[in-house]
């Protein structure tokens, strides 16, 4: 915002541009040669310099070498971080000898990610030579492709790429790459060179990560103009394809052909060409689109001649021919052949024999161009009609740009043409090096709206151009961030940007509109200024507000001042009473009041009202009788809830209700209705809290007096409504401040409740005592919504004290009668239902044992409690952190208020359910199972029970026992522990426990009988209203009937898997079963029946050897409570159970168990079993060869061998002889057995054989050699 004075010094204009510097430091100071009078030479201008529009590299050429920069982030010296570019490459880009780099161009490509947001991907430079070459470089100076076009020095290199239509009709315009030569003008298709450039990227980085060579791609496909009728050309623009009207079409033919031309029927497409220079001054060149094909002929040569000398080169590699290497590098130095030019005459120019021009650059509109010439003039033209339009004088050697400014979408909504899409404004910048001055210009006839003094060897840089590689469906949701004119100081290093305002464009320099924006800037820029002092800021914020004249902006610069968090209340209460005052003087202040412009200020007033009556104190209390017997009758629940909420928790101080309240937050909530009341916009709840203890909590404290701070309020205009939400908001949320004093807090609620209560608006003057007032059920609903139990109890106690004055007052003063009213009775059922909620909510805080899983305590409240049905009561108990019989006189409070609903049985219930949910959550813990199973058996209701057992089956059980089961099957034997977690969801050890509860949670559902009434559920009286999921009790009623045998076969099938991993047995457990049956499909009609194989048998034969294995194992631990482990007395019994089900002879199974016992030694044991075995005979016979192996043992097998026991053996009849060294003592697991005992089991032999058995005569003769061998020893 500057202009230039004599001297070098500069000064402000109103409302004109913002001079910006980038964060960019050019970090790059090539050598700077001194001339003979020891001043420094504009290196710069000597220097070939371009500039990215993405303002991430800068390419800085001079004769053979160059220097690109790129973009980095650094960190100064104050530790700010700033984007710098910095050198990323030098070197030597010149190839032949005697080429210089005479024009350069940085495109940034795009990227083809979906993802990406308009960055460019990479960025290619495009350099010209000297020699006609025009070589691409990568960012890091790699080349990736190079051509000759023309045989003629590169003049100047400028592309062209795409840009959304702003208006319907308008043309599109395809990318495309220029290169002027002195008498040729070429030009590239934007499409197929981003594809090419894209291809040899890759196929170089693809190079380099091989180690191989670079293959040399194809020439690319180009259009060439020979440019005739001008004498010279230094410099172009290629404007696009346009289509002329039928008129234009027409007045041309007439013109070339005469009265005889033909028209053809539709006009053609042309590219227009503008060229500077000499002969004439300027020249426009019209191609019709198809009349020259791309030159292609050269390129089918070129690729197939690559393709034949890369496979040659390659046999030559493999079978050693390197003779023609050196005539092969010979041929490829040689030129490549150059294509002719498509002649293009000139259409018409701008003559001007004397004048010679410069430059032209093209405004990104594509209608209008500036060009500078050698007589120190600017032209700006018009392109659609081909003439001058402005000439400015006294600018030799500048150098052009071009802005183009969209309009502000706050400027937009004030615009009659609001619907209509943004305008754009165009302004030209003009840099005069010779006079170190920047000036922007509006467009067309515009004035200067900008002008700034920098350095006199700066360097104006304007690309043109944006991202190559964009279309019109790629384009979507992108913001490309480019910059449009840069200015490049050597001396600083420095590169600053323009930005205009829009509005500049709109008017000249008298615009009301451009002072308005000019002051509210300034007071934006005080308003960020922390060392201004409140008096200044106080004196410029009233003077830029009453200057602004635009309503607005100067709402705009009000809602600036009373958003900004410095700004002290004085300040704020002056400027807006001198604004108000201001205003009724000039007879606007209704309108402006009933219009949204100055909504704060009426907040405003009323904060600095408040904080007047604030500093004073009254002693006044109101009376409040009876309320001292209520607060004794709860006040044990209370004091323990309040220590038990007293806890520690970490805040920030920030977030404290008590901290300071900012004007800024104050008024953020105000808002000013039509009717010049105030309403509160409720945001988050932290910020309606902290207002609330602004305005309320010093009169609960009793530090402020209630009424008149309510009187405040309402002659501020709130609502009586917001202003008891307000303060029950405050009320709830600080709860344990109120608990430390609450007779004297509920004292100065209640004053204030009253208060609030007389204000006009609260209770309706209509109100009928024998209905609900909607002032009372507000009150109502937020202590019924309210987790805090204590607090919302005191509130409802105070309101139904307040509530019945308020009816007694209103019902007839000659009734004796007290009068009854619905509200009354509303108000009883919730402090009834409060106090219910505050006993179960101290229940939950209790804290969990020191070492057990911590977590929040469930929070209840009424809402929570009727919401969620009759049994959400229930659920709460068996969800706290703490075991209910560990706090027993709570419990039993919680029990005698809810009889109904937290019955025996529907406790247990919850408890069972909760811990098999525990359970299923994290199978590994079988210890959640036996409990729920334990749990489960406390239930008295069969119905209930079933119910429960039931869901607990078809939820959680069914799933795993089925894995288990087919795992069984499959690998015919106890899985181990890893096949177990990957198809049962746990160990071996879990999977052993959770079968063994399963056992017990089957027998439990074949106990189960259905002969009583099935229970009625109720609930207690102030609880009725509940409604929501049916609980866990009714959907347990709810479940139909088991089917007996299918349960009891369950019970089987989970027997045999649990004796079987107990065991670690061999067994297929469904192989037992008919293999029609379909398992699993719990309380089916479907029956399934045995097959009559040995196999069970054989299995419980294996339960029982494994059972008294067990019981002498040393080795084995102590029995689970869950399963009861495998030394457990009841295996003998399970086992009986299971073989009459299994159709298994159970007098089998008992010869088998003390077989097994006197195998092992248990021999008393055994003579217990022995009484109950039927069959005689065959135990006898089973028991004579295990007798026989034991004095085998003695005799034969023992290494302790003794004379006296050879002698016997030699005295023993042969045939017993004989028997014994046939018998086998190593099928024995106990040998060693003491004689008494051997002698006892033969006494046992001969007392349970007949005399007539085969084998009695043997067991006699073992009798007399065992007495003869225990005599002797």
Same mark, same amino acid.
């Not at 960025?123 to 190079?146: D, I, K, P, Q």
């Not at 969209?406 to 943004?422: K, V």
């Not at 209840?860 to 006189?889: D, H």
């Not at 709810?1038 to 898997?1057: D, F, I």
């Given at each position: 915002?500057?202009?230039?004075?004599?001297?070098?010094?500069?000064?402000?204009?109103?409302?004109?541009?913002?001079?910006?510097?980038?964060?960019?430091?050019?970090?790059?100071?090539?050598?700077?040669?001194?001339?003979?009078?020891?001043?420094?030479?504009?290196?710069?201008?000597?220097?070939?310099?371009?500039?990215?529009?993405?303002?991430?590299?800068?390419?800085?050429?001079?004769?053979?070498?160059?220097?690109?920069?790129?973009?980095?982030?650094?960190?100064?010296?104050?530790?700010?971080?700033?984007?710098?570019?910095?050198?990323?490459?030098?070197?030597?880009?010149?190839?032949?000898?005697?080429?210089?780099?005479?024009?350069?161009?940085?495109?940034?490509?795009?990227?083809?990610?979906?993802?990406?947001?308009?960055?460019?991907?990479?960025?290619?430079?495009?350099?010209?030579?000297?020699?006609?070459?025009?070589?691409?470089?990568?960012?890091?100076?790699?080349?990736?492709?190079?051509?000759?076009?023309?045989?003629?020095?590169?003049?100047?290199?400028?592309?062209?790429t795409y840009e959304i239509p702003r208006h319907p009709g308008v043309t599109e315009q395809h990318e495309e790459l220029s290169i002027l030569y002195p008498a040729a003008l070429v030009t590239i298709d934007g499409f197929s060179l981003f594809q090419s450039l894209r291809a040899c990227r890759n196929q170089?980085?693809?190079?380099?990560?091989?180690?191989?060579?670079?293959?040399?791609?194809?020439?690319?496909?180009?259009?060439?103009?020979?440019?005739?009728?001008?004498?010279?050309?230094?410099?172009?623009?290629?404007?696009?394809?346009?289509?002329?009207?039928?008129?234009?079409?027409?007045?041309?033919?007439?013109?070339?052909?005469?009265?005889?031309?033909?028209?053809?029927?539709?006009?053609?497409?042309?590219?227009?060409?503008?060229?500077?220079?000499?002969?004439?001054?300027?020249?426009?060149?019209?191609?019709?689109?198809?009349?020259?094909?791309?030159?292609?002929?050269?390129?089918?040569?070129?690729?197939?001649?690559?393709?034949?000398? #890369?496979?040659?080169?390659?046999?030559?590699?493999?079978?050693?021919?390197?003779?023609?290497?050196?005539?092969?590098?010979?041929?490829q130095k040689q030129r490549p052949k150059v294509e002719p030019v498509t002649p293009l005459g000139i259409r018409f120019g701008l003559p001007d024999s004397r004048r010679h021009g410069e430059s032209i650059c093209l405004s990104p509109c594509n209608t209008l161009a500036g060009v500078t010439d050698d007589?120190?003039?600017?032209?700006?033209?018009?392109?659609?009609?081909?003439?001058?339009?402005?000439?400015?004088?006294?600018?030799?050697?500048?150098?052009?740009?071009?802005?183009?400014?969209?309009?502000?979408?706050?400027?937009?909504?004030?615009?009659?043409?609001?619907?209509?899409?943004?305008?754009?404004?165009?302004?030209?910048?003009?840099?005069?090096?010779?006079?170190?001055?920047?000036?922007?210009?509006?467009?067309?006839?515009?004035?200067?709206?900008?002008?700034?003094?920098?350095?006199?060897?700066?360097?104006?840089?304007?690309?043109?151009?944006?991202?190559?590689?964009?279309?019109?469906?790629?384009?979507?949701?992108?913001?490309?961030?480019?910059?449009?004119?840069?200015?490049?100081?050597?001396?600083?290093?420095?590169?600053?940007?323009?930005?205009?305002?829009?509005?500049?464009?709109?008017?000249?320099?008298?615009?009301?509109?451009?002072?308005?924006?000019?002051?509210?800037?300034?007071?934006?820029?005080?308003?960020?200024?922390?060392?201004?002092?409140?008096?200044?800021?106080?004196?410029?914020? *009233?003077?830029?507000?009453?200057?602004? *004249?635009?309503?607005?902006?100067?709402?705009?610069?009000?809602?600036?001042?009373?958003?900004?968090?410095?700004?002290?209340?004085?300040?704020?209460?002056?400027?807006?009473?001198?604004?108000?005052?201001?205003?009724?003087? @000039?007879?606007?202040?209704?309108?402006?009041?009933?219009?949204?412009?100055?909504?704060?200020?009426?907040?405003?007033?009323?904060?600095?009202?408040?904080?007047?009556?604030?500093?004073?104190?009254?002693?006044?209390?109101?009376?409040?009788?009876?309320?001292?017997?209520?607060?004794?009758?709860?006040?044990?629940?209370?004091?323990?809830?309040?220590?038990?909420?007293?806890?520690?928790?970490?805040?920030?101080?920030?977030?404290?209700?008590?901290?300071?309240?900012?004007?800024?937050?104050?008024?953020?909530?105000?808002?000013?209705?039509?009717?010049?009341?105030?309403?509160?916009?409720?945001?988050?709840?932290?910020?309606?809290?902290?207002?609330?203890?602004?305005?309320?909590?010093?009169?609960?404290?009793? *530090?402020?007096?209630?009424?008149?701070?309510?009187?405040?309020?309402?002659?501020?205009?709130?609502?009586?409504?917001?202003?008891?939400?307000?303060?029950?908001?405050?009320?709830?949320?600080?709860?344990?401040?109120?608990?430390?004093?609450?007779?004297?807090?509920?004292?100065?609620?209640?004053?204030?409740?009253?208060?609030?209560?007389?204000?006009?608006?609260?209770?309706?003057?209509?109100?009928?005592?024998?209905?609900?007032?909607?002032?009372?059920?507000?009150?109502?609903?937020?202590?019924?919504?309210?987790?805090?139990?204590?607090?919302?109890?005191?509130?409802?106690?105070? #309101?139904?004290?307040?509530?019945?004055?308020?009816?007694?007052?209103?019902?007839?003063?000659?009734?004796?009668?007290?009068?009854?009213?619905?509200?009354?009775?509303?108000?009883?059922?919730?402090?009834?239902?409060?106090?219910?909620?505050?006993?179960?909510?101290?229940?939950?805080?209790?804290?969990?044992?020191?070492?057990?899983?911590?977590?929040?305590?469930?929070?209840?409240?009424?809402?929570?409690?009727?919401?969620?049905?009759?049994?959400?009561?229930?659920?709460?108990?068996?969800?706290?952190?703490?075991?209910?019989?560990?706090?027993?006189?709570?419990?039993?409070?919680?029990?005698?208020?809810?009889?109904?609903?937290?019955?025996?049985?529907?406790?247990?219930?919850?408890?069972?359910?909760?811990?098999?949910?525990?359970?299923?959550?994290?199978?590994?813990?079988?210890?959640?199972?036996?409990?729920?199973?334990?749990?489960?058996?406390?239930?008295?209701?069969?119905?209930?029970?079933?119910?429960?057992?039931?869901?607990?089956?078809?939820?959680?059980?069914?799933?795993?026992?089925?894995?288990?089961?087919?795992?069984?099957?499959?690998?015919?034997?106890?899985?181990?522990?890893?096949?177990?977690?990957?198809?049962?969801?746990?160990?071996?050890?879990?999977?052993?426990?959770?079968?063994?509860?399963?056992?017990?949670?089957?027998?439990?559902?074949?106990?189960? =009988?259905?002969?009583?009434?099935?229970?009625?559920?109720?609930?207690?009286?102030?609880?009725?209203?509940?409604?929501?999921?049916?609980?866990?009790?009714?959907?347990?009623?709810?479940?139909?009937?088991?089917?007996?045998?299918?349960?009891?076969?369950?019970?089987?099938?989970?027997?045999?898997?649990?004796?079987?991993? =107990?065991?670690?047995?061999?067994?297929?457990?469904?192989?037992?079963?008919?293999?029609?049956?379909?398992?699993?499909?719990?309380?089916?009609?479907?029956?399934?029946?045995?097959?009559?194989?040995?196999?069970?048998?054989?299995?419980?034969?294996?339960?029982?050897?494994?059972?008294?294995?067990?019981?002498?194992?040393?080795?084995?631990?102590?029995?689970?409570?869950?399963?009861?482990?495998?030394?457990?007395?009841?295996?003998?019994?399970?086992?009986?159970?299971?073989?009459?089900?299994?159709?298994?002879?159970?007098?089998?199974?008992?010869?088998?168990?003390?077989?097994?016992?006197?195998?092992?030694?248990?021999?008393?044991?055994?003579?217990?079993?022995?009484?109950?075995?039927?069959?005689?005979?065959?135990?006898?016979?089973?028991?004579?060869?295990?007798?026989? @192996?034991?004095?085998?043992?003695?005799?034969?097998?023992?290494?302790?061998?003794?004379?006296?026991?050879?002698?016997?053996?030699?005295?023993?009849?042969?045939?017993?002889?004989?028997?014994?060294?046939?018998?086998?003592?190593?099928?024995?697991?106990?040998?060693?057995?003491?004689?008494?005992?051997?002698?006892?089991?033969?006494?046992?032999?001969?007392?349970?054989?007949?005399?007539?058995?085969?084998?009695?005569?043997?067991?006699?003769?073992?009798?007399?050699?065992?007495?003869?061998?225990?005599?002797?020893?």
């Amino acid at each position: 915002n500057q202009e230039e004075k004599p001297g070098g010094e500069t000064r402000r204009r109103k409302g004109s541009a913002l001079w910006c510097p980038l964060p960019l430091t050019f970090l790059f100071a090539p050598q700077v040669e001194e001339e003979t009078t020891g001043q420094r030479a504009p290196w710069l201008q000597d220097c070939v310099v371009s500039l990215s529009p993405c303002s991430d590299l800068l390419v800085v050429a001079r004769e053979q070498k160059a220097v690109f920069l790129s973009a980095k982030w650094r960190t100064d010296d104050s530790g700010r971080e700033e984007m710098t570019l910095a050198v990323s490459w030098t070197g030597t880009l010149s190839t032949d000898e005697g080429e210089c780099v005479s024009s350069s161009i940085c495109i940034p490509l795009a990227s083809q990610k979906r993802s990406s947001t308009g960055r460019p991907d990479w960025t290619c430079v495009v350099v010209g030579f000297t020699s006609g070459y025009v070589r691409f470089y990568t960012e890091n100076g790699v080349l990736l492709l190079a051509q000759l076009l023309h045989e003629d020095p590169v003049l100047r290199l400028k592309c062209r790429t795409y840009e959304i239509p702003r208006h319907p009709g308008v043309t599109e315009q395809h990318e495309e790459l220029s290169i002027l030569y002195p008498a040729a003008l070429v030009t590239i298709d934007g499409f197929s060179l981003f594809q090419s450039l894209r291809a040899c990227r890759n196929q170089v980085a693809r190079a380099t990560a091989a180690g191989s060579d670079v293959i040399q791609p194809p020439p690319l496909a180009y259009k060439k103009w020979g440019l005739q009728d001008m004498d010279t050309i230094v410099d172009h623009s290629s404007v696009g394809v346009m289509t002329l009207c039928v008129f234009d079409q027409m007045k041309n033919a007439s013109i070339l052909g005469g009265f005889n031309a033909s028209v053809k029927g539709s006009p053609p497409a042309m590219s227009r060409y503008v060229t500077v220079g000499g002969g004439p001054y300027t020249g426009f060149f019209y191609a019709v689109e198809g009349s020259s094909q791309p030159l292609l002929s050269h390129v089918a040569l070129a690729v197939a001649s690559k393709l034949t000398s #890369a496979l040659i080169s390659a046999a030559s590699g493999w079978l050693g021919w390197n003779k023609h290497k050196n005539e092969e590098e010979a041929l490829q130095k040689q030129r490549p052949k150059v294509e002719p030019v498509t002649p293009l005459g000139i259409r018409f120019g701008l003559p001007d024999s004397r004048r010679h021009g410069e430059s032209i650059c093209l405004s990104p509109c594509n209608t209008l161009a500036g060009v500078t010439d050698d007589f120190g003039r600017v032209t700006l033209l018009d392109l659609a009609r081909g003439i001058a339009v402005r000439m400015w004088k006294g600018y030799r050697d500048a150098q052009l740009g071009w802005l183009q400014v969209p309009e502000e979408r706050g400027d937009r909504e004030f615009s009659p043409s609001a619907s209509l899409p943004r305008r754009h404004a165009l302004f030209l910048v003009i840099y005069a090096p010779r006079r170190g001055i920047l000036e922007v210009w509006g467009m067309q006839q515009g004035p200067r709206v900008g002008a700034f003094t920098v350095g006199k060897h700066c360097r104006l840089l304007y690309a043109g151009y944006r991202l190559m590689g964009v279309n019109s469906v790629t384009s979507k949701g992108w913001q490309l961030h480019t910059q449009q004119v840069c200015l490049l100081d050597p001396t600083t290093g420095a590169l600053r940007t323009v930005n205009i305002p829009f509005h500049l464009a709109l008017s000249d320099k008298k615009s009301e509109r451009a002072k308005d924006m000019h002051l509210i800037k300034r007071l934006t820029t005080i308003l960020r200024s922390r060392e201004v002092e409140p008096d200044i800021l106080e004196s410029e914020a *009233k003077s830029v507000l009453l200057d602004i *004249k635009h309503p607005a902006i100067k709402k705009q610069a009000l809602e600036s001042l009373l958003s900004n968090k410095n700004a002290p209340v004085s300040c704020l209460t002056s400027v807006t009473s001198a604004l108000n005052e201001t205003l009724k003087r @000039q007879g606007n202040y209704c309108k402006c009041k009933t219009s949204r412009t100055y909504h704060p200020m009426v907040s405003l007033s009323s904060l600095q009202t408040r904080r007047r009556w604030m500093k004073r104190y009254s002693s006044s209390q109101d009376s409040l009788e009876g309320i001292e017997d209520e607060l004794s009758r709860v006040g044990p629940t209370l004091q323990r809830y309040a220590q038990l909420t007293a806890r520690p928790s970490v805040s920030f101080a920030q977030d404290s209700p008590d901290s300071p309240l900012p004007a800024q937050a104050f008024l953020s909530q105000m808002e000013c209705t039509d009717d010049g009341g105030l309403t509160v916009t409720r945001g988050s709840e932290t910020e309606w809290n902290h207002l609330g203890s602004f305005m309320f909590w010093g009169c609960l404290c009793g *530090k402020s007096p209630p009424h008149k701070v309510c009187d405040t309020l309402q002659q501020a205009g709130i609502s009586p409504q917001q202003l008891l939400s307000l303060l029950l908001s405050v009320w709830l949320q600080r709860e344990k401040e109120v608990l430390q004093k609450p007779e004297e807090a509920v004292r100065n609620l209640h004053t204030l409740l009253i208060a609030l209560s007389n204000m006009e608006g609260a209770v309706e003057e209509s109100w009928d005592p024998q209905s609900i007032s909607p002032w009372w059920q507000q009150v109502r609903c937020m202590c019924i919504q309210s987790h805090n139990a204590a607090a919302a109890l005191l509130a409802a106690f105070v #309101a139904h004290r307040a509530a019945k004055a308020s009816t007694t007052s209103r019902a007839d003063s000659k009734s004796e009668w007290e009068a009854v009213s619905l509200e009354l009775e509303q108000w009883v059922v919730c402090v009834r239902q409060l106090e219910d909620v505050l006993v179960l909510q101290t229940l939950l805080l209790v804290p969990p044992p020191q070492g057990a899983a911590g977590g929040a305590a469930p929070q209840c409240s009424i809402k929570t409690l009727l919401e969620g049905g009759t049994g959400k009561l229930a659920s709460f108990i068996p969800r706290s952190k703490q075991p209910p019989l560990c706090f027993p006189e709570l419990l039993v409070a919680v029990c005698q208020r809810f009889p109904h609903s937290l019955s025996p049985d529907l406790l247990f219930a919850h408890c069972c359910w909760e811990y098999v949910v525990q359970w299923n959550k994290d199978p590994e813990e079988g210890r959640y199972f036996w409990l729920a199973i334990e749990h489960l058996k406390l239930v008295s209701s069969p119905h209930i029970q079933l119910g429960i057992s039931a869901m607990m089956w078809s939820t959680f059980i069914v799933k795993r026992f089925s894995a288990a089961a087919f795992l069984t099957e499959k690998v015919g034997k106890a899985p181990k522990d890893r096949l177990c977690r990957r198809d049962v969801g746990m160990g071996d050890k879990a999977v052993t426990s959770f079968l063994g509860c399963c056992v017990q949670l089957l027998q439990i559902l074949m106990e189960v =009988t259905g002969d009583v009434a099935p229970p009625e559920l109720s609930a207690e009286e102030a609880w009725c209203g509940a409604e929501g999921p049916a609980s866990l009790a009714e959907l347990a009623l709810e479940q139909r009937g088991v089917h007996y045998p299918l349960v009891q076969h369950h019970c089987l099938l989970a027997s045999l898997l649990h004796a079987a991993m =107990t065991f670690s047995l061999k067994v297929k457990p469904l192989s037992l079963f008919d293999k029609n049956y379909v398992f699993f499909c719990f309380f089916s009609s479907i029956l399934f029946h045995l097959s009559h194989i040995p196999a069970p048998s054989q299995f419980l034969l294996r339960v029982l050897t494994g059972w008294v294995q067990a019981l002498v194992d040393p080795s084995s631990s102590a029995p689970p409570p869950s399963s009861g482990g495998p030394k457990a007395d009841w295996w003998p019994s399970l086992c009986l159970e299971l073989g009459s089900l299994l159709q298994v002879n159970p007098d089998i199974l008992r010869r088998h168990i003390v077989c097994e016992l006197y195998n092992q030694g248990l021999d008393l044991r055994a003579e217990e079993v022995m009484l109950e075995v039927e069959d005689k005979d065959v135990l006898g016979s089973q028991l004579l060869v295990l007798t026989g @192996q034991r004095l085998s043992y003695s005799l034969l097998h023992s290494q302790s061998q003794t004379q006296a026991a050879m002698e016997l053996l030699a005295r023993l009849p042969p045939t017993l002889c004989t028997w014994l060294k046939a018998m086998d003592p190593s099928e024995l697991r106990c040998p060693l057995v003491p004689l008494p005992q051997t002698s006892r089991l033969v006494g046992r032999l001969i007392e349970i054989l007949p005399e007539n058995h085969a084998q009695y005569s043997l067991a006699l003769h073992l009798l007399e050699a065992v007495d003869a061998l225990t005599t002797e020893d």
